[in-house]
């Protein structure tokens, strides 16, 4: 077990977000990219907003974990919420080409956009 792991299942907040973000490329196997989602939540659960946004993002994309995409806005427009810059620019692309559900609103897009450009070069700030 590595020492990423140990910190992680020993309830490092940051530790579970690293794992999880190296579970989801794969690197350590195919066969643990699914891992990856138990691991953003973990982090999620703690506040951890880089770990909301890649857990909405997972969700929403059903490639890792299968597709919810109720669940998955919700745990993006939370991101979002806390400035999140992923969330934001995937909310401003999301409304303005009315994707995953959302309804094509692009005085909305708009908003998150530029919402996304105010924040970008802030850090995100979590909880933990």
Request: with cysteine; charged share 25%.
């Amino acid at each position: 077990m590595s020492t990423l792991q140990r910190n992680a299942e020993a309830g490092d907040t940051l530790a579970q977000y690293e794992l999880a973000s190296v579970l989801s490329t794969g690197f350590l196997g195919e066969d643990k990219i699914e891992d990856s989602f138990y691991w953003y939540m973990k982090a999620a659960l703690r506040g951890h907003v880089e770990s909301i946004w890649n857990a909405g993002l997972q969700l929403v994309e059903g490639k890792v974990i299968e597709r919810d995409i109720e669940a998955g806005l919700h745990l993006i427009h939370m991101a979002a919420k806390e400035r999140c810059y992923g969330a934001l620019r995937f909310l401003g692309h999301a409304y303005h080409s009315g994707l995953h559900g959302l309804y094509m609103d692009k005085q909305k897009g708009e908003f998150w956009y530029l919402l996304a450009d105010k924040y970008k070069d802030i850090d995100t700030p979590s909880r933990y």
